[in-house]
């Protein structure tokens, strides 16, 4: 029997992974693209199991396959985040107990050792393949491309930068927020703020594209505007610290002294504009701006928007975070934190690019696998989204109707990706694919009236 190729073995992970009380012989078959034999695939979990990726549980017809509980992957979606050796070395030394880990102080030579275009921490390959997966057509002045798409760009960068950092808000309200103004009840008015000022600052970025350059200026307000009401001192915004901070669930103990901060900074501008590839630059300014900590709050946010800089600058599609799971990005950023180690961030920034030129590409050359997640979900999803249209729904009352019944139809783990499938797809509806749904072009125009109007 030919042995299992490594995309093989990834893409049968990925489908077990998503089924928390482990995948049936039959569910694996479902998601296997292009099928294969029954034997083949028995042959193949069996060599899996001999290799520790996967367990067995139950016999014959009940048997089930599953990710061992330590297992240092992550998915979100189709895909399988496959990490290297040594990011999952370090995935799991930084899941370790904190009291088992030992405080560590910010390293500056982390920082000082980086000389632009000699170091570089996207190997050549990788650096190309995004470059390939990101261009769009032609010359064009900078910006063009984001502004474009400055709609989708605006709504999946505002939710998905703020779903990083704990926001709550869905889809559907994100978009209501953004184009109406209006906040979701029974929300956290900080949630508001948060999202709010991600529009601002993208706004900025896109706005400004032609004379916006990496510079002191341009963090600074970037600062500001993510800030803005959300810090207990106004003068905090835009402002380097000047007070110690701490990093929660983390035993990293970021600089302190302020002419420490103030240098470490200016050395974070003057090597970034320095580098000439805009993915390395990007990805620097990913690793250095939360590890360094520089303001009071609102790091991490700080960096995902200036790594869109050279992105935008040079009319690439843009790095939104789409899908990219909380817990892995902070583990990740906990791999800089307490071990200096880029690798494992460095996974989660290369595979969130992938997923992102993906949604905003203007070319596509390769079909995907079907998702497993969706074919899982396919009757749940038409029978949800029929129904809305059917009812007439407008956002707020769908939004409502959405979170009601995914709490009936879905388990638990999988009911916030649940979520926000059926938004996207209910955002992404038009004439040319409602046949999916077994829906009637006067019941799409009757809900479009409804779903459209500004008290919708």
């Known amino acids: 029997m030919a042995r299992i190729s490594e995309n093989h073995k990834l893409l049968i992970l990925n489908i077990i992974s998503r089924f928390s009380e482990g995948a049936s012989l039959e569910e694996i078959l479902i998601g296997i693209s292009p ?21 067995s549980v139950g016999a014959a017809r009940r048997r089930r396959y599953k990710l061992p509980e330590h297992h240092p992957s992550f998915t979100r979606g189709k895909e399988l985040i496959s990490l290297s050796v040594t990011s999952k070395s370090i995935l799991l030394n930084v899941q370790r107990p904190i009291q088992e880990r030992t ?3 910010y390293r500056r030579e ?52 703020s ?103 200016q050395h974070i501008i003057n090597t970034a504009k320095m580098i000439t590839d805009p993915f390395e630059q990007a990805f620097f300014f990913m690793v250095h701006l939360p590890y360094l900590q520089p303001f009071e709050d609102v790091n991490k946010r700080v960096s995902r928007l200036a790594a869109n800089l050279p992105l935008i600058r040079e009319n690439l599609s843009p790095l939104s975070f789409i899908d990219v ?66 009812q007439r729904m407008d956002k707020l009352s769908a939004t409502e109707y959405i979170q009601k019944e995914s709490k009936k139809k879905v388990p638990v783990q999988d009911q916030l990706r649940f979520i926000e499938i059926i938004e996207r797809e209910l955002m992404g509806l038009h004439k040319g694919n409602i046949a999916r749904y077994r829906l009637q072009l006067k019941e799409f125009d009757a809900w479009q009236k409804n779903w459209q109007s500004p008290a919708g």
Not at 39 to 55: F, M, N, P, W
Not at 118 to 130: C, D, E, I, W
């Open 325 to 390: 799971p909380e817990s892995l990005y902070i583990n990740a950023l906990l791999g800089v934190y307490e071990l200096q180690q880029i690798d494992l961030l460095r996974d989660v920034f290369v595979w969130a690019y992938e997923r992102s030129s993906l949604r905003y590409s203007t070319t596509r050359k390769i079909l995907g696998d079907p998702d497993p997640f969706l074919i899982k979900y396919r009757n749940q999803r038409k029978e949800l989204i029929s129904f809305i249209v059917k």
């Open 163 to 265: 779903r990083l950092e704990g926001n709550t808000y869905s889809l559907l309200e994100t978009e209501r927020l953004l184009h109406l103004g209006e906040a979701a009840s029974g929300k956290d008015l900080r949630e508001t703020q948060m999202i709010l000022n991600h529009k601002a600052a993208i706004e900025f970025l896109i706005e400004s594209a032609n004379h916006t350059h990496i510079n002191r200026y341009t963090i600074l307000n970037l600062h500001a505007l993510l800030a803005e009401d959300l810090l207990p001192d106004p003068e905090a915004c835009g402002s380097l610290r000047s007070i110690p901070v701490g990093i929660s669930g983390s035993v990293y103990q970021p600089p302190a002294i302020p002419q420490s901060i103030e240098e470490c900074f």
């Open 35 to 55: 099928p294969i034999a029954r034997r083949t695939l028995q042959y193949q979990l069996s060599s899996l199991v001999k290799q520790g990726l996967i367990e």
């Open 103 to 105: 405080r560590v102080p």
């Open 110 to 161: 982390l920082l000082d050792q980086y000389v632009p275009n000699v170091t570089n921490y996207l190997p050549l390959s990788t650096r190309q393949k995004l470059h390939d997966l990101g261009k769009t057509d032609g010359e064009r002045p900078a910006g063009t491309y984001a502004r474009q798409i400055f709609d989708r760009l605006l709504i999946d960068l505002s939710w998905n930068s």
